[in-house]
Protein backbone atom coordinates (compact mmCIF):
# COMPACT_ATOMS: atom_id res chain seq x y z
CA UNK A 1 0.00 0.00 0.00
CA UNK A 2 1.46 3.37 -0.99
CA UNK A 3 1.58 5.77 1.68
CA UNK A 4 -0.07 8.93 1.78
CA UNK A 5 1.60 12.50 0.79
CA UNK A 6 3.11 13.58 3.19
CA UNK A 7 4.32 17.55 4.89
CA UNK A 8 6.22 19.30 2.54
CA UNK A 9 5.16 18.19 -0.88
CA UNK A 10 3.50 20.12 -3.21
CA UNK A 11 -0.47 19.23 -3.03
CA UNK A 12 -1.37 17.75 -6.68
CA UNK A 13 -3.93 19.92 -8.55
CA UNK A 14 -7.51 18.90 -9.29
CA UNK A 15 -10.62 19.98 -10.61
CA UNK A 16 -13.59 17.93 -9.00
CA UNK A 17 -17.56 18.24 -9.44
CA UNK A 18 -19.12 19.41 -6.42
CA UNK A 19 -22.68 19.69 -7.94
CA UNK A 20 -23.72 18.22 -11.43
CA UNK A 21 -22.76 21.42 -12.94
CA UNK A 22 -19.95 23.22 -11.22
CA UNK A 23 -16.60 21.92 -10.50
CA UNK A 24 -14.23 22.78 -7.56
CA UNK A 25 -9.95 23.53 -8.56
CA UNK A 26 -7.69 23.56 -5.78
CA UNK A 27 -5.83 26.47 -7.53
CA UNK A 28 -9.04 28.49 -7.17
CA UNK A 29 -8.31 28.39 -3.39
CA UNK A 30 -4.43 29.46 -3.51
CA UNK A 31 -4.21 32.11 -0.30
CA UNK A 32 -6.40 30.46 1.92
CA UNK A 33 -5.23 26.76 4.44
CA UNK A 34 -7.51 23.84 2.47
CA UNK A 35 -8.59 21.10 4.29
CA UNK A 36 -9.08 17.84 2.27
CA UNK A 37 -11.06 15.06 4.01
CA UNK A 38 -11.11 11.88 1.40
CA UNK A 39 -13.91 9.45 3.22
CA UNK A 40 -14.76 6.05 1.87
CA UNK A 41 -18.27 6.36 1.13
CA UNK A 42 -21.09 8.63 1.66
CA UNK A 43 -24.12 6.83 3.28
CA UNK A 44 -21.93 4.46 5.53
CA UNK A 45 -22.51 5.35 9.00
CA UNK A 46 -19.04 5.64 9.95
CA UNK A 47 -18.50 8.11 7.18
CA UNK A 48 -22.30 10.13 7.79
CA UNK A 49 -20.16 10.44 11.33
CA UNK A 50 -17.00 11.81 10.11
CA UNK A 51 -18.69 14.64 7.67
CA UNK A 52 -21.85 15.70 9.94
CA UNK A 53 -18.85 16.04 13.05
CA UNK A 54 -16.90 18.54 10.75
CA UNK A 55 -20.26 19.88 9.42
CA UNK A 56 -20.77 20.60 13.52
CA UNK A 57 -17.06 21.86 13.77
CA UNK A 58 -16.90 23.84 10.64
CA UNK A 59 -16.88 27.61 12.73
CA UNK A 60 -13.75 25.94 14.19
CA UNK A 61 -12.16 25.68 10.82
CA UNK A 62 -13.62 29.23 9.49
CA UNK A 63 -11.44 30.77 12.48
CA UNK A 64 -8.78 29.72 10.57
CA UNK A 65 -9.88 31.16 7.27
CA UNK A 66 -9.89 27.43 5.99
CA UNK A 67 -11.61 25.60 3.23
CA UNK A 68 -12.92 22.01 4.13
CA UNK A 69 -13.71 19.41 0.68
CA UNK A 70 -14.83 16.60 1.71
CA UNK A 71 -13.73 13.83 -0.89
CA UNK A 72 -14.97 10.30 -2.18
CA UNK A 73 -15.33 8.10 -5.19
CA UNK A 74 -19.43 8.98 -5.28
CA UNK A 75 -20.69 10.85 -7.36
CA UNK A 76 -22.52 13.98 -7.88
CA UNK A 77 -26.09 12.94 -7.37
CA UNK A 78 -24.86 10.54 -4.45
CA UNK A 79 -23.00 13.44 -3.28
CA UNK A 80 -26.26 15.92 -3.54
CA UNK A 81 -28.52 13.56 -1.77
CA UNK A 82 -26.50 12.92 0.81
CA UNK A 83 -25.10 16.50 1.59
CA UNK A 84 -28.72 17.61 1.38
CA UNK A 85 -30.15 14.81 4.14
CA UNK A 86 -27.20 15.79 6.51
CA UNK A 87 -27.74 19.24 5.79
CA UNK A 88 -24.08 19.53 5.01
CA UNK A 89 -22.46 23.33 4.52
CA UNK A 90 -19.31 22.63 2.88
CA UNK A 91 -18.48 20.76 -0.64
CA UNK A 92 -18.39 17.48 -1.14
CA UNK A 93 -16.43 16.60 -4.25
CA UNK A 94 -16.74 13.51 -6.70
CA UNK A 95 -13.20 11.80 -7.23
CA UNK A 96 -15.71 9.78 -9.97
CA UNK A 97 -14.13 10.18 -13.52
CA UNK A 98 -11.42 8.69 -13.94
CA UNK A 99 -12.35 7.32 -10.70
CA UNK A 100 -10.36 7.76 -7.76
CA UNK A 101 -7.42 9.73 -9.90
CA UNK A 102 -7.65 12.55 -7.19
CA UNK A 103 -7.01 10.16 -4.16
CA UNK A 104 -4.60 8.23 -6.11
CA UNK A 105 -2.35 11.50 -6.56
CA UNK A 106 -2.45 11.71 -3.05
CA UNK A 107 -1.46 8.18 -2.44
CA UNK A 108 -4.88 8.11 -0.61
CA UNK A 109 -6.59 5.09 -2.78
CA UNK A 110 -7.79 1.76 -1.47
CA UNK A 111 -7.63 0.11 -5.10
CA UNK A 112 -8.93 -3.29 -3.59
CA UNK A 113 -12.16 -1.66 -2.56
CA UNK A 114 -12.37 0.75 -4.57
CA UNK A 115 -12.80 3.28 -2.48
CA UNK A 116 -10.71 6.39 -0.87
CA UNK A 117 -8.54 6.32 2.25
CA UNK A 118 -10.08 7.80 5.41
CA UNK A 119 -7.40 10.62 5.04
CA UNK A 120 -6.68 14.20 5.59
CA UNK A 121 -4.38 16.86 4.40
CA UNK A 122 -4.32 20.56 5.27
CA UNK A 123 -2.50 22.43 2.79
CA UNK A 124 -1.30 26.06 2.97
CA UNK A 125 -1.84 28.91 1.48
CA UNK A 126 0.74 28.81 -1.09
CA UNK A 127 -0.45 25.04 -1.92
CA UNK A 128 1.94 22.85 0.05
CA UNK A 129 0.95 20.16 2.26
CA UNK A 130 1.65 21.19 5.90
CA UNK A 131 0.26 17.64 7.58
CA UNK A 132 -1.35 14.89 6.43
CA UNK A 133 -2.65 11.47 8.54
CA UNK A 134 -4.39 8.66 7.48
CA UNK A 135 -7.03 7.17 9.62
CA UNK A 136 -7.75 3.47 10.43
CA UNK A 137 -10.75 3.10 8.26
CA UNK A 138 -12.85 2.15 10.80
CA UNK A 139 -12.05 4.94 13.22
CA UNK A 140 -12.96 8.77 12.83
CA UNK A 141 -9.99 10.67 13.34
CA UNK A 142 -12.03 13.71 14.94
CA UNK A 143 -10.46 16.85 14.00
CA UNK A 144 -7.82 17.77 16.49
CA UNK A 145 -4.96 17.04 14.07
CA UNK A 146 -6.60 19.17 11.66
CA UNK A 147 -7.07 22.01 14.05
CA UNK A 148 -3.50 21.58 15.43
CA UNK A 149 -1.86 21.71 11.93
CA UNK A 150 -3.66 24.87 11.56
CA UNK A 151 -2.44 26.55 14.91
CA UNK A 152 0.92 25.86 13.31
CA UNK A 153 0.64 27.31 9.88
CA UNK A 154 2.42 30.71 9.31
CA UNK A 155 0.02 33.26 9.67
CA UNK B 1 -3.67 9.26 20.02
CA UNK B 2 -6.19 12.10 20.78
CA UNK B 3 -5.55 13.53 24.43
CA UNK B 4 -7.96 16.44 26.19
CA UNK B 5 -6.58 19.95 25.38
CA UNK B 6 -8.16 21.04 28.08
CA UNK B 7 -7.23 20.01 30.99
CA UNK B 8 -10.13 19.26 34.34
CA UNK B 9 -10.00 22.60 36.21
CA UNK B 10 -12.31 24.62 38.43
CA UNK B 11 -14.98 25.73 35.41
CA UNK B 12 -15.78 21.84 35.10
CA UNK B 13 -19.21 20.69 36.49
CA UNK B 14 -17.38 17.69 38.83
CA UNK B 15 -18.55 14.78 40.28
CA UNK B 16 -16.18 13.17 43.08
CA UNK B 17 -12.74 14.04 44.25
CA UNK B 18 -10.89 16.02 41.17
CA UNK B 19 -7.66 13.91 42.59
CA UNK B 20 -8.42 10.98 42.80
CA UNK B 21 -6.68 8.36 40.50
CA UNK B 22 -9.05 7.80 37.56
CA UNK B 23 -10.95 10.92 35.54
CA UNK B 24 -13.64 10.42 33.51
CA UNK B 25 -14.65 13.13 31.42
CA UNK B 26 -17.00 13.03 29.05
CA UNK B 27 -18.19 15.35 25.97
CA UNK B 28 -22.43 14.69 25.01
CA UNK B 29 -24.79 16.44 23.68
CA UNK B 30 -28.43 15.85 25.57
CA UNK B 31 -30.16 15.19 22.69
CA UNK B 32 -28.01 12.08 21.45
CA UNK B 33 -29.37 8.84 21.83
CA UNK B 34 -26.15 7.43 22.32
CA UNK B 35 -25.51 9.36 25.23
CA UNK B 36 -28.73 8.96 26.41
CA UNK B 37 -27.95 5.17 26.56
CA UNK B 38 -24.24 5.84 28.16
CA UNK B 39 -26.27 8.09 31.20
CA UNK B 40 -26.86 5.26 32.81
CA UNK B 41 -23.74 3.56 32.02
CA UNK B 42 -21.86 6.05 33.52
CA UNK B 43 -23.75 6.14 37.17
CA UNK B 44 -22.97 2.77 37.57
CA UNK B 45 -19.39 3.13 36.59
CA UNK B 46 -19.54 5.90 39.17
CA UNK B 47 -20.62 3.29 41.61
CA UNK B 48 -18.88 0.66 40.95
CA UNK B 49 -15.37 2.70 41.25
CA UNK B 50 -16.46 4.96 44.01
CA UNK B 51 -14.00 7.09 45.46
CA UNK B 52 -11.12 6.15 42.80
CA UNK B 53 -12.91 8.46 39.76
CA UNK B 54 -14.12 11.67 38.86
CA UNK B 55 -16.38 12.48 36.48
CA UNK B 56 -16.89 15.66 34.52
CA UNK B 57 -19.89 16.38 32.01
CA UNK B 58 -19.07 18.89 28.95
CA UNK B 59 -20.89 20.32 26.12
CA UNK B 60 -20.42 18.95 22.87
CA UNK B 61 -23.93 19.65 21.46
CA UNK B 62 -24.87 18.38 17.52
CA UNK B 63 -26.25 21.43 16.94
CA UNK B 64 -27.22 20.99 13.39
CA UNK B 65 -28.73 17.54 13.59
CA UNK B 66 -30.25 17.86 17.22
CA UNK B 67 -32.28 20.79 17.45
CA UNK B 68 -32.88 21.03 21.01
CA UNK B 69 -29.11 20.18 22.00
CA UNK B 70 -27.63 23.90 22.27
CA UNK B 71 -30.56 25.20 24.59
CA UNK B 72 -30.44 21.72 26.52
CA UNK B 73 -26.89 22.39 27.29
CA UNK B 74 -27.61 26.15 27.99
CA UNK B 75 -30.16 25.10 30.19
CA UNK B 76 -27.93 22.64 32.60
CA UNK B 77 -25.57 25.61 32.48
CA UNK B 78 -28.36 27.97 34.00
CA UNK B 79 -29.24 25.10 36.66
CA UNK B 80 -25.68 24.95 37.41
CA UNK B 81 -24.87 28.51 37.57
CA UNK B 82 -27.82 28.39 40.69
CA UNK B 83 -26.13 25.28 42.29
CA UNK B 84 -28.12 22.47 40.33
CA UNK B 85 -25.68 21.50 37.06
CA UNK B 86 -25.75 17.86 38.54
CA UNK B 87 -29.61 18.00 39.02
CA UNK B 88 -30.88 19.03 35.61
CA UNK B 89 -28.14 17.29 34.02
CA UNK B 90 -30.01 13.75 35.13
CA UNK B 91 -33.34 15.30 34.45
CA UNK B 92 -32.89 16.44 30.58
CA UNK B 93 -31.38 12.76 30.15
CA UNK B 94 -34.10 11.11 31.89
CA UNK B 95 -36.68 13.26 29.57
CA UNK B 96 -34.87 13.30 26.78
CA UNK B 97 -37.59 12.10 24.48
CA UNK B 98 -40.17 15.15 25.18
CA UNK B 99 -36.74 17.93 24.98
CA UNK B 100 -38.45 21.33 24.10
CA UNK B 101 -39.12 24.75 26.01
CA UNK B 102 -42.07 23.39 27.55
CA UNK B 103 -40.10 20.41 29.23
CA UNK B 104 -37.68 23.39 30.31
CA UNK B 105 -39.38 25.66 31.83
CA UNK B 106 -41.26 22.27 34.21
CA UNK B 107 -37.58 20.76 35.03
CA UNK B 108 -36.93 24.55 36.24
CA UNK B 109 -39.66 24.31 38.28
CA UNK B 110 -39.09 20.99 39.69
CA UNK B 111 -35.84 22.16 40.52
CA UNK B 112 -37.01 25.32 42.63
CA UNK B 113 -35.02 27.79 39.91
CA UNK B 114 -37.23 30.54 38.25
CA UNK B 115 -38.73 29.74 35.09
CA UNK B 116 -38.59 33.33 33.84
CA UNK B 117 -35.22 34.08 35.08
CA UNK B 118 -34.01 30.73 32.37
CA UNK B 119 -36.27 32.02 29.76
CA UNK B 120 -34.37 35.37 29.41
CA UNK B 121 -30.96 33.30 29.95
CA UNK B 122 -32.18 31.57 26.38
CA UNK B 123 -33.13 34.78 25.27
CA UNK B 124 -29.99 36.76 25.80
CA UNK B 125 -27.70 33.70 25.42
CA UNK B 126 -26.31 34.07 28.75
CA UNK B 127 -24.61 30.54 28.90
CA UNK B 128 -24.30 30.34 24.55
CA UNK B 129 -20.42 31.08 25.18
CA UNK B 130 -19.90 28.64 27.66
CA UNK B 131 -21.13 25.39 25.78
CA UNK B 132 -19.49 27.37 22.44
CA UNK B 133 -16.06 26.77 24.24
CA UNK B 134 -16.83 23.71 25.91
CA UNK B 135 -17.46 23.04 22.03
CA UNK B 136 -14.17 24.19 20.28
CA UNK B 137 -12.39 22.27 23.56
CA UNK B 138 -13.70 19.08 22.52
CA UNK B 139 -12.92 19.56 19.05
CA UNK B 140 -9.63 20.26 19.79
CA UNK B 141 -9.45 17.30 21.78
CA UNK B 142 -10.26 15.08 18.81
CA UNK B 143 -14.04 14.69 20.00
CA UNK B 144 -15.35 12.35 17.47
CA UNK B 145 -19.00 11.88 17.96
CA UNK B 146 -21.13 11.81 20.85
CA UNK B 147 -20.30 10.61 23.52
CA UNK B 148 -16.56 11.03 23.52
CA UNK B 149 -14.52 9.87 27.07
CA UNK B 150 -11.67 10.84 27.91
CA UNK B 151 -9.80 8.73 30.64
CA UNK B 152 -7.10 10.06 32.33
CA UNK B 153 -6.98 12.45 29.31
CA UNK B 154 -6.94 10.00 26.56
CA UNK B 155 -9.32 9.85 23.65
CA UNK B 156 -11.14 6.53 25.14
CA UNK B 157 -11.93 4.63 21.34
CA UNK B 158 -13.64 1.92 22.14
CA UNK B 159 -17.79 1.02 22.95
CA UNK B 160 -18.75 2.39 26.27
CA UNK B 161 -21.33 0.14 27.42
CA UNK B 162 -20.25 -0.96 30.91
CA UNK B 163 -17.94 -3.60 30.52
CA UNK B 164 -15.68 -1.80 28.14
CA UNK B 165 -16.05 1.52 30.13
CA UNK B 166 -15.02 -0.67 33.27
CA UNK B 167 -12.34 -2.47 31.64
CA UNK B 168 -10.88 0.74 30.00
CA UNK B 169 -10.88 2.53 33.44
CA UNK B 170 -8.90 -0.64 34.90
CA UNK B 171 -6.32 -0.62 32.41
CA UNK B 172 -5.46 2.72 33.51
CA UNK B 173 -5.60 2.45 36.71
CA UNK B 174 -2.67 -0.50 36.89
CA UNK B 175 -0.89 1.40 34.05
CA UNK B 176 -0.83 4.29 36.45
CA UNK B 177 -0.45 2.10 40.19
CA UNK B 178 0.88 -1.18 39.25
CA UNK B 179 0.94 -2.17 42.67
CA UNK B 180 -3.03 -2.53 42.69
CA UNK B 181 -4.28 -5.53 41.01
CA UNK B 182 -7.32 -7.46 41.14
Redesign the interface.
Known sequence: MADILAAGTVAPAFSLHVTPDKTLSLSELRGKPVILAFYPADWSPVCG??M??Y???LP?FQKHGAELIGVSVDGVWCHEAFAED??L?FPLAADFEPKGQVAMSYGAYRAREGVCERALFVIDRNGVIAWSYRSPIA???????I??AHEDLPK | MSKLSIAVNGEDHLQGDPSSECSLVEYGDYQCPYCGEAYPVVKRIQKHFGKRLSFVFRNFPLSQMHPWAERAAEVAEFAGAHGKFWNMHDLLFENQEGLGDALFLKLAEMLELSPSQLESAIEEQTYRARVRADFAGGARSGVNGTPTFFINGERHNGPFDFDSLRKAIERKLKLYFPSISE
Open positions: DQELNEIERHHINPGADGLE
